[in-house]
């Protein structure tokens, strides 16, 4: 599964990170990183971090 | 037409749909809207949307394939209801029946009956609302806004940041009072005095002046301003005219049960988002209406399985519902952002930072954290959530 993040629309706002920690993460400058390539398995708590996005920046594909 | 009828085609309607099918069920859901858009993000209209234009086809959810087959029924909106017979009559005079019911309607902004002409009086709530606002926002236009809650206090950075003049007036004593309390209200207010905003706390508007267009807002205390548009920004009123007359206590939106269930309601029955009033175990009293943006997708998920459940003859769920209310506003170059119940305190304490700069409040009420708030302090609220879930 593919994880795509709008860094343009990205606020690191960091709702995602609640939802699937171990694939989204705020740093230590508060910025949003997270992980592009992720096992299918995970896809509903991903979906979830795409719903809560305020600013809707999360696609999975 | 059998199946599930979802009355409110916005990120409401929208994830109740999708969790119904997660949830298995696969008979037929008809979303009713009153726009002619389908489900789109609103918290942008007042900013990063109302700054650059208004393009409604940038602000559509993505839907998930799993409703693909939904039929969107848009441009009409609910105006009767008959819980018995299991019908809602649509204002194109569609009447769809339906096996369960969703009341996904929202609010929209509560209107002030003030004297005088109205045109160049807009309240903010849909994308059409946000274009007609943005034509009106030219360099050196003289804005007045009503209200200073966030819609209010986010129109007003916009506006200044596209070289407008801006008054806001407001009968409270700060801005954003309410949920972020006098301390933080007042360092926001100092931030937006900063960029040029005027405010007039503790006034009302008597009246507007003008031949057809408003020209000018008379304040209580005879004060004038010049003003080529208003916002009108001073609260909410919940959309559920469409449910009158089947008994129901339309007070304060829909009282629901931990399944979503609207109470007393005569057939299988639904509501979410806004007008959903709704227990919280993580945050014990009275049923509450939440309307932050996170909430319709709190509320739908758990909505969606009841359904599935209820549709398939099988129990459903019901474990109390917890969710954490969460807020963020974007105003200048800060960002506010919440997690829980501020608006419940009876004492509030700043523990990280000042208020003139970045910072961290805690909420408390008899000695409980409820909520909390940060100003430009993202990363740094994580470990509050958690103790607010219970789970320090």
Request: net charge negative; charged share 20%.
């Given at each position: 599964?593919?994880?795509?993040?709008?860094?343009?629309?990205?606020?690191?706002?960091g709702?995602?990170?609640?939802?699937?920690?171990?694939?989204f993460?705020?740093?230590?400058?508060?910025?949003?990183?997270?992980?592009?390539?992720?096992?299918?398995?995970?896809?509903?708590?991903?979906?979830?971090?795409?719903?809560v996005?305020?600013?809707?920046?999360?696609?999975?594909? | 037409?059998?199946?599930?009828?979802?009355?409110?085609?916005?990120?409401?309607?929208?994830?109740?749909?999708?969790?119904?099918?997660?949830?298995?069920?696969?008979?037929?859901?008809?979303?009713?809207?009153?726009?002619?858009?389908?489900?789109?993000?609103?918290?942008?209209?007042?900013?990063?949307?109302?700054?650059?234009?208004?393009?409604?086809?940038?602000?559509?959810?993505?839907?998930?394939?799993?409703?693909?087959?939904?039929?969107?029924?848009?441009?009409?909106?609910?105006?009767?209801?008959?819980?018995?017979?299991?019908?809602?009559?649509?204002?194109?005079?569609?009447?769809?029946?339906?096996?369960?019911?969703?009341?996904?309607?929202?609010?929209?902004?509560?209107?002030?009956?003030?004297?005088?002409?109205?045109?160049?009086?807009?309240?903010?709530?849909?994308?059409?609302?946000?274009?007609?606002?943005?034509?009106?926002?030219?360099?050196?236009?003289?804005?007045?806004?009503?209200?200073?809650?966030?819609?209010?206090?986010?129109?007003?950075?916009?506006?200044?940041?596209?070289?407008?003049?801006?008054?806001?007036?407001?009968?409270?004593?700060?801005?954003?009072?309410?949920?972020l309390?006098?301390?933080?209200?007042?360092?926001?207010?100092?931030?937006?005095?900063?960029?040029?905003?005027?405010?007039?706390?503790?006034?009302?508007?008597?009246?507007?002046?003008?031949?057809?267009?408003?020209?000018?807002?008379?304040?209580?205390?005879?004060?004038?301003?010049?003003?080529?548009?208003?916002?009108?920004?001073?609260g909410?009123?919940?959309?559920?005219?469409?449910?009158?007359?089947n008994?129901l206590?339309?007070?304060?939106?829909l009282?629901?049960?931990?399944?979503?269930?609207?109470?007393?309601?005569?057939?299988?029955?639904?509501?979410?988002?806004?007008?959903?009033?709704?227990?919280?175990?993580?945050?014990?009293?009275?049923?509450?209406?939440?309307?932050?943006?996170?909430?319709?997708?709190?509320?739908?998920?758990?909505?969606?399985?009841?359904?599935?459940?209820?549709?398939?003859?099988?129990?459903?769920?019901?474990?109390?519902?917890?969710?954490?209310?969460?807020?963020?506003?974007?105003?200048?170059?800060?960002?506010?952002?919440?997690?829980?119940?501020p608006?419940?305190?009876?004492?509030?304490?700043?523990?990280?930072?000042?208020?003139?700069?970045?910072?961290?409040?805690?909420?408390r009420?008899?000695?409980?954290?409820?909520?909390?708030?940060?100003?430009?302090?993202?990363?740094?609220?994580?470990?509050?959530?958690?103790?607010?879930?219970?789970?320090?």
């Amino acid at each position: 599964m593919k994880v795509t993040v709008d860094m343009d629309k990205c606020q690191h706002y960091g709702q995602c990170c609640f939802e699937a920690p171990d694939v989204f993460e705020l740093d230590a400058d508060g910025k949003l990183q997270y992980v592009a390539d992720v096992a299918e398995e995970r896809r509903a708590d991903v979906e979830s971090a795409a719903d809560v996005c305020p600013m809707q920046a999360i696609v999975v594909e | 037409m059998t199946g599930i009828v979802i009355v409110g085609a916005g990120l409401g309607g929208l994830r109740t749909a999708e969790s119904a099918r997660a949830a298995g069920y696969q008979g037929p859901i008809t979303i009713v809207g009153e726009e002619s858009h389908l489900p789109y993000n609103r918290p942008p209209l007042s900013k990063e949307a109302l700054s650059t234009g208004v393009a409604v086809d940038d602000l559509h959810f993505r839907r998930k394939p799993s409703v693909d087959d939904v039929t969107w029924h848009l441009g009409a909106p609910a105006i009767g209801s008959d819980l018995v017979a299991r019908t809602v009559t649509l204002a194109d005079g569609t009447v769809l029946s339906f096996q369960a019911l969703v009341a996904a309607t929202g609010i929209r902004p509560r209107r002030l009956p003030i004297d005088g002409p109205q045109a160049g009086c807009i309240a903010l709530r849909t994308a059409d609302d946000a274009l007609q606002l943005r034509e009106r926002l030219i360099p050196g236009a003289q804005v007045v806004i009503l209200g200073a809650g966030f819609i209010g206090c986010e129109v007003a950075a916009t506006a200044i940041k596209l070289g407008c003049t801006v008054h806001v007036v407001a009968i409270d004593t700060e801005p954003m009072i309410r949920p972020l309390g006098a301390e933080l209200g007042s360092a926001m207010r100092v931030r937006h005095e900063h960029h040029g905003v005027h405010f007039h706390l503790g006034r009302f508007v008597t009246g507007f002046v003008g031949d057809e267009q408003i020209t000018r807002v008379i304040l209580d205390d005879g004060t004038e301003l010049a003003a080529d548009v208003v916002v009108e920004a001073v609260g909410s009123v919940a959309n559920v005219e469409w449910l009158a007359g089947n008994g129901l206590d339309l007070s304060d939106g829909l009282l629901v049960d931990d399944a979503m269930a609207v109470i007393d309601a005569p057939c299988p029955m639904f509501a979410v988002g806004d007008i959903a009033r709704h227990p919280n175990a993580w945050f014990p009293g009275p049923a509450r209406r939440i309307e932050h943006w996170n909430m319709p997708t709190e509320t739908g998920k758990r909505a969606g399985q009841s359904l599935a459940a209820v549709l398939s003859g099988a129990p459903m769920d019901t474990s109390a519902f917890a969710a954490m209310p969460s807020f963020w506003s974007d105003q200048y170059s800060h960002k506010l952002q919440s997690f829980g119940m501020p608006g419940l305190a009876d004492h509030i304490t700043v523990v990280t930072g000042s208020p003139d700069g970045p910072c961290i409040a805690e909420y408390r009420r008899d000695g409980q954290l409820v909520g909390v708030v940060g100003i430009d302090m993202t990363a740094e609220l994580a470990p509050y959530r958690k103790q607010l879930m219970g789970q320090q």
